[in-house]
C-alpha cells in the first residue's frame, strides 16, 4: 500500500505541474524504489535513511547522464556501483538501502533515456518522488508502536481461531473425511508457527523491550498450547500416540480413523469446549465469555475434569492449557484485567502468569565472529555479481546496444537474498519463467489500452502492488507482474513493440545465466555446503536447548529458554529455505531430494518436542503443579551427546564419534529400589517429549551417514577390548 501509494501521490503532483510521461515514469519509479528499499523498523532511522538517499539518487542520475556518452567509461563506473550496491549490506539495513537506490536509479536513468540537458528536470522529479514517500510513510500510512502490536494481535488471534476450527473438524471427521481434516490441521498449525516467528521479528519494532519479552513468551505459549492441543485430540481420536503434527513429507502414515472412544454425551462436551476456546480466542476482552473462561481454565484441576477416558480427559487438560495461554497473551498485550468474575482456578492461572512475567530478564546479545577478506558473504556476493553483470554487459550488447541494461538488472537480482549456487539457480530460473509470461501479458495490455495514459497508469499501479504482494509467496508471479508493468511502461515511453518484449526475455535469461555461471565459477558456495552450515546450526541449537531445558527440569539453574528456542526456529527455518533447491520439483536428484525432505521432518519433529521441554521448565519457578526431577538429567544426557555426534559427523566426516541408542527414555528413569517413587503426570509429560525427541534424533543418523552404536555392537567392541 505505501509502494502504491507513493506512486500514486508523486503522479498526481508532477501531473499538476505538467510533467511529460518519460518525467511521470522516472518519479513512479523513485516512488517506489524509495519505499521498499527502507528496512529499518523504526521510523526515526527510517527518516535518516531516507534524507541520505536523496544525495545518493541525485548523484546516481547525474552520473548515469554523465556517462552516457562515455560508454567504456559508464560501463566500468556501473560495475563499481554494483559492487559497492552488494558490498553495502554488511554494514546493516541502511547499507543496503542505500546500495538499492544508488543502483535502481541509475538504472531509471538509463530507462527514461536521461541527457545532461534533461537533469534540472530530473533532480526535481526524483526529489518530488522521494518526497512523496516520505509523506506517505510517515503521515498517510503511518506505522505506530501501537499499530503494529494491534496488527500483530489480530494477526496471530486469527491463526489461532482457524486452527482451533480445524481440530473442531477433526473431531467431527468421519473415516472418509479424517485426511483431508488432518491435512487441514497441520497447515493451520504450520502457518500459526509462521505467525508466531514474524510476531518475533517484529514486536521490538511496536514496543519496548520489556514489553517485547513478555509478549514474546505469551505468543510462545500460545503457539505450544495449541499445537499440543492437536496431538491430543488427535491421539484421543484415534487411541495410537502421536508424534508430531510438524511432518511435511508425502506419504507420511497417520493414525487410524476410528470412532472416537468416548461416550456421546462427553464427545458432546468436548465440541462445546473447543467451540468456547475459539470464541476465547476471537473475543478475549468479552465480559459475556467470563463462565466460558473460568470452566475452560477449571480443567487444569484434576478434580473438574469430565469424566471419560484418559486420552479424552487428556484433551480436556490441553483445552485448559490453551485458555490459560489466551488469558496470558490478553495480559500481555492489554495489561491488568477484571477479575470480578473470576474463580479460584483463574485465580490461580493469573498469579501463575504474573510470577513468570516477574521473573523475566532481558536475554543479553552475544556477538558472533566475523569472517574477514573474501570469506565474508558480502565480500564474496559482491565479486560474484561484478564477474556475472560484467559479463550479462558484453553479452546483453550483443542482444541490444540499447536494452543491454536488462541483462544486468537480471544478473543483480538473481543475487539478492540468496545464499547459494543452487539457490541462485532456481531463482533465475522463475525469474526467466515468470518474465515469459509476463510478455505475453504485457502484449495483450499494450495492445488494449496503449492509447489510454491514464488507463495505463492506473494499471501500472495494480501490477506494482501485485508485484509486491506476491514477493513473498512466489518469486515467478513477482517477476510476471514486473515484466507486465514494463510492457504499459514502454507503451507509455512509446517505445513499445513485440520485439522489444520478446528482447526482454531474452536479456533476462542471458542475466540469469550469467549470475548463475559467475556463482558456480567465482568464489562458489555450494548448495551442499551452504546447507552442512546451516544444518550444524540448527544441531547446535537444537543441543542447546535440550540441554539447558533438561538441566532446568533436572533442578538446574534457569536460564532464559525462550530466546534459544527462538533461535532454534530461525535456524530452521533458514535450512529449509536452503534446501529449496535440493527439494524443487525439477531437480533431477530424486534421492537426495527425498533425503533433504526426511533430514527437514525429522528436525522439525526434534524441534517440537524441544519447543514443549522448554515451554514446560519456563514454568517450573512459578508452577506449583510442576516439580523439578534430578532423574531427567540423565534421561537427557543421551539425547545431547547423540545431538553432539551428528553435529560432528555433518561438519567433518572424519568424525568418530558414534550415536548410541538403547533402552527408552523412560526406562532410564526406573529405580530398582523397592521404594523409589515413579514420576508422576507432568514428568511423564516430559518423558514423553524426550522420547518423541530421542527416536528424531536416532532417525537422523542413517540419512546424515553417522554411525549407530546399537547395544548389540557396544557390547561386540566391548569384547573385543
Known amino acids: 500500500m505505501r509502494a502504491v501509494g507513493a506512486i500514486a501521490l508523486t503522479l498526481v503532483v508532477l501531473a499538476l505541474f505538467g510533467a511529460d510521461v518519460p518525467h511521470l515514469v522516472a518519479g513512479a519509479m523513485t516512488a517506489m524504489v524509495s519505499t521498499v528499499a527502507l528496512r529499518e523498523k523504526r521510523r526515526g532511522p527510517q527518516a535518516v535513511t531516507l534524507a541520505l538517499g536523496v544525495p545518493v539518487a541525485l548523484a546516481s542520475v547525474t552520473l548515469a547522464a554523465v556517462l552516457r556518452r562515455y560508454v567504456v567509461v559508464g560501463d566500468l563506473f556501473f560495475l563499481v556501483l554494483i559492487f559497492g550496491a552488494v558490498y553495502g549490506r554488511r554494514f546493516g539495513d541502511r547499507g ?9 536509479l541509475y538504472f531509471v536513468a538509463l530507462f527514461v533515456g536521461a541527457t545532461v540537458a534533461d537533469l ?36 496471530f488471534r486469527a491463526r489461532f481461531a482457524q486452527l482451533v476450527s480445524a481440530q473442531l473438524g477433526l473431531l467431527a471427521a468421519g473415516p472418509m473425511e479424517v485426511d483431508r481434516a488432518l491435512e487441514n490441521v497441520r497447515e493451520r498449525n504450520a502457518r500459526l508457527h509462521e505467525t508466531a516467528l514474524m510476531i518475533q521479528g517484529r514486536l521490538e519494532a511496536g514496543t519496548d523491550e520489556g514489553t517485547a519479552q513478555v509478549v514474546q513468551r505469551r505468543v510462545a505459549d500460545a503457539e505450544i498450547a495449541a499445537e499440543r492441543l492437536g496431538l491430543l485430540l488427535l491421539t484421543a481420536r484415534s487411541e495410537e500416540r502421536t508424534d508430531t503434527l510438524t511432518l511435511h513429507l508425502s506419504g507420511v502414515p497417520v493414525p487410524s480413523a476410528g470412532r472416537l472412544p468416548v461416550r456421546d454425551e462427553a464427545a458432546g462436551t468436548l465440541r462445546r469446549d473447543l467451540r468456547g476456546l475459539r470464541l476465547l480466542v476471537r473475543h478475549p476482552g468479552g465480559s459475556a465469555l467470563a463462565p466460558v473462561r473460568n470452566r475452560l481454565l477449571s480443567y487444569r484441576d484434576e478434580e473438574n475434569l469430565p469424566d471419560a477416558s484418559p486420552p479424552v480427559q487428556d484433551v480436556f487438560r490441553g483445552i485448559g492449557e490453551a485458555a490459560r495461554a489466551v488469558l496470558g497473551l490478553r495480559t500481555a498485550l492489554e495489561g491488568p484485567q477484571d477479575e470480578s468474575d473470576d474463580t479460584p482456578s483463574t485465580t490461580r492461572s493469573r498469579e501463575e502468569l504474573d510470577a513468570e512475567d516477574v521473573a523475566i530478564d532481558a536475554a543479553e546479545d552475544v556477538e558472533e565472529d566475523e569472517e574477514t577478506g573474501l570469506r565474508r558473504p558480502t565480500t564474496r556476493a ?39 549456487t543452487g539457490e541462485i539457480l532456481v531463482k533465475g530460473y522463475r525469474r526467466v519463467i515468470g518474465t515469459v509470461f509476463g510478455v505475453v501479458a504485457g502484449i495483450v495490455l499494450a495492445a488494449a489500452f496503449g492509447g489510454h495514459t491514464w488507463t495505463a497508469f492506473a494499471l501500472v499501479l495494480v501490477c506494482v502492488f501485485a508485484m509486491f504482494y506476491t514477493a513473498p509467496l512466489s518469486y515467478t508471479l513477482m517477476s510476471f507482474f514486473v515484466t507486465a508493468a514494463l510492457g504499459l511502461l514502454y507503451t507509455l515511453l512509446h517505445t513499445y513493440s513485440t520485439s ?67 533461535e532454534l526456529d530461525q535456524a530452521l527455518a533458514d535450512l529449509r529455505a536452503a534446501t529449496k533447491p535440493l527439494t524443487h520439483p525439477v531437480t533431477p536428484l530424486r534421492a537426495r531430494r527425498d533425503t533433504a525432505r526426511y533430514v527437514v521432518a525429522l528436525l522439525e519433529t526434534a524441534a517440537y518436542h524441544a519447543r514443549s521441554l522448554a515451554a514446560t521448565a519456563e514454568l517450573l519457578p512459578s508452577s506449583p503443579s510442576i516439580a523439578a526431577d534430578p532423574r531427567l538429567r540423565g534421561a537427557g544426557g543421551r539425547i545431547v551427546r547423540n545431538i553432539e555426534a551428528i553435529a560432528a559427523h555433518v561438519a567433518d566426516e572424519k568424525a568418530t564419534e558414534r550415536v548410541s541408542s538403547g533402552p527408552s527414555v523412560a526406562a532410564l528413569l526406573e ?26 534424533v536416532v532417525g537422523l543418523a542413517r540419512p546424515l551417514e553417522t554411525p549407530l552404536d546399537t547395544p548389540t555392537n557396544a557390547k561386540r567392541r566391548l569384547g573385543r577390548v
Open 96 to 104: 543496503t538501502a542505500l546500495g538499492l537506490i544508488g543502483f535502481q
Open 382 to 420: 559482491a565479486v560474484q555479481v561484478v564477474v556475472g553483470s560484467s559479463l550479462a554487459m558484453v553479452g546483453g550488447e550483443l542482444l541490444s546496444s540499447d536494452r543491454w541494461y536488462w541483462a544486468v538488472l537480471a544478473c543483480w537480482i538473481v543475487f539478492l537474498n540468496t545464499a547459494s
Open 120 to 155: 534540472p528536470g530530473l533532480y526535481a522529479v526524483v526529489a518530488t518522488g522521494m518526497v512523496c514517500s516520505a509523506v506517505v510513510r510517515f503521515a498517510l500510512v503511518p506505522q505506530s508502536s501501537a499499530g503494529t502490536l494491534v496488527r500483530l494481535r489480530g494477526a
Open 671 to 696: 529405580s530398582h529400589a523397592p521404594d523409589s517413587i515413579r514420576y508422576g503426570r507432568v514428568t511423564d509429560r516430559v518423558l514423553r517429549h524426550l522420547q518423541r525427541l530421542d527416536e528424531s
Open 500 to 566: 522489444v518484449l520478446l528482447l526482454r526475455i531474452a536479456e533476462t535469461a542471458l542475466g540469469a545465466a550469467c549470475g548463475v555461471f559467475a556463482a558456480a565459477v567465482v568464489l562458489p558456495v555450494a548448495t551442499d555446503r551452504r546447507t552442512n552450515e546451516l544444518l550444524v546450526t540448527v544441531l547446535d541449537r537444537l543441543r542447546e536447548v535440550t540441554g539447558a531445558a533438561v538441566e532446568q527440569l533436572s533442578g538446574g539453574a534457569e536460564v532464559e529458554l525462550l530466546d534459544q528456542a527462538r
